[in-house]
């Protein structure tokens, strides 16, 4: 079956514009994670979706950054006025609700020039 | 608050030998212990795992056993291919389902 898919797969954009970047979960998975990756890092926590809502957002860094899941299932991150310390690559996973294994996605690559 | 920490890499070895990555974890409560990896051009995906104190998982030849006393999550294999060159992340999660992951280590095998 198809897994988790993102779009855009690189994103370039100039300081202070505003950009989305979306994930597309697994069918059926209720829970969905994203996370920044850097160069040579883990994958970073930013906010957690258990169904609509948001169970878990204290990895966003400040508020220019923002995610939605409205109907539970694709999941929209927004950053606003973006920095070049935004650059980095955005994964998204998502799993079924009470299971441990994670789902990762190809990740969206980010450049702010 | 909750964190990972893996030995630092690279890591290189030769075909056929003996490999182990630490990991130690601090974490409130009774997390849940993960290894992912990595491969050259590839997604994050799950190697193995441990839910439980002295569960041992296994996958593809890797172990790792969840050492409550020293809050760790070794990660062994008794002979390495150069197919499992890659960056390895141990990573936890918590009880309130948030996942931390490590820095990575990065493994390269030589013929």
């Known amino acids: 079956g198809a897994g988790v898919s993102q779009t855009p797969s690189n994103k370039v954009t100039e300081k202070g514009k505003y950009v989305e970047l979306r994930c597309d979960p697994i069918s059926g998975h209720t829970a969905l994670y994203w996370y920044r990756q850097s160069l040579g890092q883990g994958p970073e926590f930013l906010i957690y979706?258990?169904?609509?809502?948001?169970?878990?957002d204290s990895g966003l860094p400040n508020d220019r950054f923002f995610a939605v899941r409205p109907e539970g299932s694709v999941s929209t991150l927004k950053i606003q006025r973006t920095e070049r310390g935004d650059s980095a690559v955005y994964l998204c996973?998502?799993?079924?609700?009470?299971?441990?294994?994670?789902?990762f996605g190809p990740g969206t690559r980010l450049t702010v020039t | 608050g909750d964190s990972v920490t893996q030995m630092e890499g690279p890591v290189t070895l030769s075909e056929e030998a003996f490999l182990t990555i630490n990991c130690t974890y601090t974490a409130t409560g009774y997390p849940s212990l993960f290894w992912y990896v990595q491969y050259p051009g590839e997604g994050l995906q799950l190697l193995l795992k441990?839910?439980?104190?002295?569960d041992k998982g296994s996958n593809k030849g890797f172990e790792a056993t969840y050492r409550k006393e020293t809050t760790s999550f070794h990660l062994e294999k008794g002979s390495v291919q150069v197919s499992d060159s890659a960056v390895y992340f141990c990573a936890l999660k918590t009880s309130y389902d948030k996942v931390i992951f490590g820095p990575g280590t990065s493994l390269s095998v030589i013929p």
């Open positions: 996973a998502s799993s079924l609700k009470g299971a441990d294994e994670q789902y």
């Open positions: 979706f258990q169904g609509t809502g948001a169970a878990d």
């Open positions: 441990a839910t439980k104190a002295d």
